[in-house]
């Protein structure tokens, strides 16, 4: 079976995290976040992975090399992000026989997946409370009959999870027209495919969609949860590490730190001294948490600093991010509601209750500034000492 694994997209709703970075190889937990769904096709038994890459693919590319843990890794090259169907034919000549897509920004339950590839033809459902939104299958006696987008009276509480396992046939009926949003779409290649197949419904027992800011901090909560605690680096004997903790060789964790985890210190990162790291958190590969800065519940790109006497709650900072002494972020509304993102241009809330700021690479604030809630600073945004930021920049 070979895999075809979508990555191509810009992602412009995780700008700015996506701005110099493709959304696929933003960091989620130990790895990128496509390379959980390619380890999980891997993992499922996949032969031949094939990567459509375009925005940025030369990271991607760099990343995954030829082979992932001795499976062979192929290139498809797809300029213009013209929908799923048009990506999926963009790999076409890389494929043979039975074939599976997945898209490289979600995140999947591993044992649905490898259902997936035995039971093909089949498709992945989740059954969700309100399933407008989506693709809604219909099934009788364990095959699906009809697969219809976003209804407004669902048929079903099916969702179309977005991962396939098709015939060797599917790969000649790629050529699909153009949808009501302009896009060649890959429902429509399952739609046949049902016509003439008997197509299984795997149903997930968990699965993400990872296309907004707060959603790569959900998909960190999720993974680094799934870590066992070690300690390659170095920890300073006075320190005290709580719960699931991993300091990669290189780390450095000093004196008077505590660390409650799940959390994940990337090699060459630094903690300390006297710094307090809680909640779901990841530490990038070089990033500086210094003395008495306290972090929870974020993602710090590699590279990212946090100077001394700071705070950071339930935010995502890119790149080489540079937080000055004394930096506070604000995450929690005074009247309680959710706190709202600016995504393409609109303010759309998150449903988190708490949520702080997102921050693209190289952003850089001056001491003793303030963000809001649900700040956005764009790739390259300052700050001047003393401000309080309440808009985006």
Not at 10 to 28: A, C, D, E, F
Request: one cysteine or more; charged letters at 25%; hydrophobic letters at 40%.
């Amino acid at each position: 079976m070979n895999a075809v694994i979508l990555a191509a997209g810009q992602g412009t709703r995780m700008r700015p995290l996506s701005t110099h970075v493709p959304k696929p190889m933003l960091p989620v937990a130990d790895r990128p976040l496509v390379a959980h769904t390619v380890d999980v096709a891997v993992d499922a038994g996949a032969t031949e992975v094939v990567l459509v890459v375009g925005y940025e693919a030369d990271t991607v590319r760099n990343y995954f090399g030829d082979a992932r843990r001795g499976t062979p890794i192929r290139y498809a090259r797809q300029d213009e992000q013209a929908g799923t169907a048009h990506a999926v034919a963009a790999a076409r000549e890389h494929i043979d026989g039975p074939f599976a897509v997945l898209n490289g920004d979600n995140l999947y339950d591993p044992a649905a997946i490898a259902a997936l590839f035995e039971a093909g033809p089949a498709v992945c459902a989740l059954e969700v409370d309100d399933p407008r939104n989506y693709g809604v299958l219909s099934t009788i006696d364990g095959t699906v009959t009809d697969i219809v987008e976003k209804p407004s009276e669902p048929p079903t509480n099916l969702a179309n999870a977005g991962a396939y396992a098709f015939p060797a046939d599917a790969a000649e009926w790629l050529e699909v027209p153009e949808s009501d949003r302009g896009e060649h779409e890959i429902t429509d290649v399952l739609a046949r495919v049902i016509d003439e197949y008997a197509v299984t419904p795997v149903t997930l027992e968990r699965w993400m969609d990872v296309g907004r800011p707060w959603e790569l901090l959900e998909a960190n909560e999720w993974k680094l949860h799934e870590l066992e605690g070690r300690i390659d680096g170095e920890v300073s004997e006075d320190a005290r590490l709580e719960g699931p903790v991993v300091v990669e060789s290189g780390a450095e964790i000093e004196s008077g730190v505590v660390v409650e985890g799940p959390a994940l210190i990337r090699e060459g990162a630094t903690v300390g001294p006297n710094a307090y790291i809680r909640g779901a958190t990841l530490l990038g590969e070089g990033a500086k948490v210094g003395h008495a800065v306290e972090i929870k519940n974020s993602v710090l790109s590699p590279g990212a600093t946090v100077g001394h006497l700071s705070y950071v709650g339930d935010s995502v900072l890119g790149r080489d991010v540079n937080f000055g002494a004394g930096t506070t972020v604000a995450n929690l509304r005074h009247d309680d509601a959710p706190v709202k993102l600016t995504v393409k241009g609109e303010r759309v809330s998150s449903g988190r209750r708490k949520l702080g700021v997102v921050a693209g690479d190289e952003v850089k604030t001056g001491i003793n500034t303030s963000l809001t809630p649900g700040l956005r600073l764009d790739a390259g945004a300052t700050t001047a000492p003393g401000e309080t930021v309440d808009r985006d920049r």
